[in-house]
């Protein structure tokens, strides 16, 4: 096994680490979605703190969970096309598609940085009363969940190329 697959094997274990605890924000979700409408149609009672906190907690599950998801290949690929496509092709699409992923990742880091940091610099909260506040903390999940996406596009980029290069030869 060569360094840059055990780079591989390594950012693979660490994504699965934060996908299973991102596992639980889904949990969350769905128990505070539930009791927004317990209270809300059983009992007359809303709260905007409780509904923003469910977009508080989709935000992790969306933009953790998309590493996780490709770690699995559960991302979204034209099956009927790929399936059909020697194994040299299927090495070479994903590379591609590898290498885009971590170009777009870099893309979204940067032009995020400065709206995530005017955020933080007037420690940004919700715009509604009763609301949640330290919005800039949920904002800053923008760039750290597109990082994460970055390590698992290049630990895809590592064994696409391995794959490749053994398919070729």
Not at 36 to 59: I, T
Not at 113 to 137: H, K
Request: proline share 3%.
């Amino acid at each position: 096994m060569t360094g840059g697959e055990r780079l591989a094997g390594g950012i693979d274990t660490f994504i699965d680490v934060v996908g299973r605890i991102t596992a639980w924000s889904s949990f969350a979700l769905a128990v505070v979605m539930g009791s927004n409408v317990l209270l809300r149609y059983g009992f007359s009672y809303g709260s905007v703190w409780a509904q923003e906190l469910e977009w508080h907690l989709m935000s992790p599950i969306c933009l953790f969970g998309m590493s996780y998801a490709l770690r699995h290949g559960e991302h979204v690929r034209v099956d009927v096309l790929y399936d059909s496509f020697a194994p040299r092709t299927k090495c070479l699409i994903n590379l591609v598609a590898a290498v885009l992923a971590m170009i777009l990742s870099l893309l979204v880091i940067y032009l995020s940085w400065s709206y995530v940091a005017q955020s933080w610099g007037m420690r940004e909260d919700s715009a509604n009363p009763g609301g949640i506040p330290a919005r800039y903390l949920l904002k800053a999940l923008i760039p750290i969940g597109f990082t994460l996406f970055f390590i698992q596009s290049l630990a895809e980029t590592i064994r696409s190329y391995y794959a490749f290069r053994k398919a070729a030869s």
